[in-house]
């Protein structure tokens, strides 16, 4: 195995400064999902009125609840996820929810571990605050490009 090297290849400020820019979650580990799909409540697909929210089986002779092959799943807590990797997000960050530019300050040091959601009713204009502090204490946003009005006189 060879590596080649150029002199193009040589990383200049401006890159540097993205890499750095851009958090990154300190512990890489990869997130084990054992089931995505829902648990469906048995027989919810057949009645309008019922909420397909799973509700444990009761009945005498459900075979849902006595476990028949072919039958529904039932929820147990063999499909939780692993402790160290619960709550993550996809990009590897535990969700923290802001509703004011203050909020940003608990994060100060925790910025490789908690990624930014700004909650739904804040206005543009406490979103836009809530944007640059984050990105001055190199915080990943989340929704950092919802409700942004295109500045005109640019």
């Known amino acids: 195995f060879w590596l080649k090297v150029n002199s ?23 997130i ?14 057949r009645f309008k009125r019922m909420n397909p929210a799973w509700r444990k089986p009761r009945g005498i002779d459900g075979r849902v609840r006595r476990r028949f092959k072919g039958s529904t799943l039932m929820p147990s807590i063999g499909y939780g996820s692993d402790k160290k990797t619960r709550f993550r997000l996809k990009n590897g960050f535990y969700k923290f929810l802001v509703r004011s530019p203050a909020d940003l300050e608990m994060l100060l040091m ?42 005109e006189n640019e």
Request: glycine share 2%; hydrophobic share 35%.
């Open 8 to 30: 193009n290849s040589v990383p200049t400020l401006r890159s540097a400064q993205k890499s750095r820019a851009m958090a990154s979650p300190a512990d890489k580990r990869k």
């Open 110 to 151: 925790h910025n490789e571990k908690y990624a930014v959601e700004i909650a739904h009713n804040i206005g543009a204009k406490k979103r836009k605050d809530i944007v640059e502090r984050a990105d001055q204490l190199q915080l990943y946003v989340t929704n950092r490009f919802s409700r942004l009005r295109a500045e």
């Open 32 to 45: 084990v999902k054992k089931r995505m799909k829902k648990f469906p409540r048995f027989q919810a697909d």
